[in-house]
T-cell receptor, first 111, second 117 residues
């Protein structure tokens, strides 16, 4: 059974800092990995999708990497802003259609 | 981009009543939708996979008679929590894939906060 772990569980940084969120998974036979953002009491917003054949994906200030063989992914946020404060979820897809989620990293960016 | 709309966003009901939650794909057709449940500080847990025109596939431990799923069209899936109890209080989120079932991203609704009193 796939297990997804996210470290750290919570993170507080001052505005402007670059930061890295970590995700690890136990079964490396994945189709793809997706990073989401969730604001309190809201649904999930898809940030980046990395296919198993890819090493990284970039969108604006966000960069996600994937090392499938070691079961790791990182989400890099450059020049963090208070509006980036949210919970960031990592999810992997093995066979089948559904995703396996980590518990998330709660990020607070202080002005 | 692909939009998934979920309604209602919040609902409070009394024990023993039933509650229906709707999930719509607004600008794409979804033959498959997924229903997740989220507990505070926990991962999202897949409850069931909703298949258009056929029976839903439930995950182990999820009572199919309690959580009724109907996927009557390519843009609408509903989850009905029957005879709700306080322990059913949770955040329910639906999702759908907008394209290639293998490679396309999963899009989520805004969720429904259910409180059973």
């Amino acid at each position: 059974k796939q297990e997804v772990t996210q470290i750290p569980a919570a993170l507080s940084v001052p505005e402007g800092e670059n930061l890295v969120l970590n995700c690890s998974f136990t079964d490396s036979a994945i189709y793809n990995l997706q990073w989401f953002r969730q604001d309190p009491g809201k649904g999930l917003t898809s940030l980046l999708l990395i296919q198993s054949s890819q090493r990284e994906q970039t969108s604006g200030r966000l960069n996600a990497s994937l090392d499938k063989s070691s079961g790791r992914s990182t989400l890099y946020i450059a020049a963090s802003q208070p509006g980036d404060s949210a919970t960031y979820l990592c999810a992997v897809r093995n066979s089948g259609y559904a995703l396996n989620f980590g518990k998330g990293t709660s990020l607070l960016v202080t002005p | 981009g692909a939009v998934v709309s979920q309604h209602p966003s919040r609902v409070i009901c009394k024990s023993g009543t039933s509650v229906k939650i709707e999930c719509r794909s607004l600008d794409f057709q979804a033959t498959t939708m997924f229903w997740y449940r989220q507990f505070p500080k926990k991962s999202l847990m897949l409850m069931a996979t909703s298949n258009e025109g056929s029976k839903a596939t439930y995950e182990q431990g999820v009572e199919k008679d309690k959580f009724l799923i109907n996927h009557a069209s390519l843009t609408l899936s509903t989850l009905t929590v029957t005879s709700a109890h306080p322990e059913d209080s949770s955040f329910y989120i639906c999702s759908a894939r907008s394209g290639d079932p293998i490679n396309s991203p999963l899009h989520f609704g805004n969720g429904t906060r259910l409180t059973v009193t």
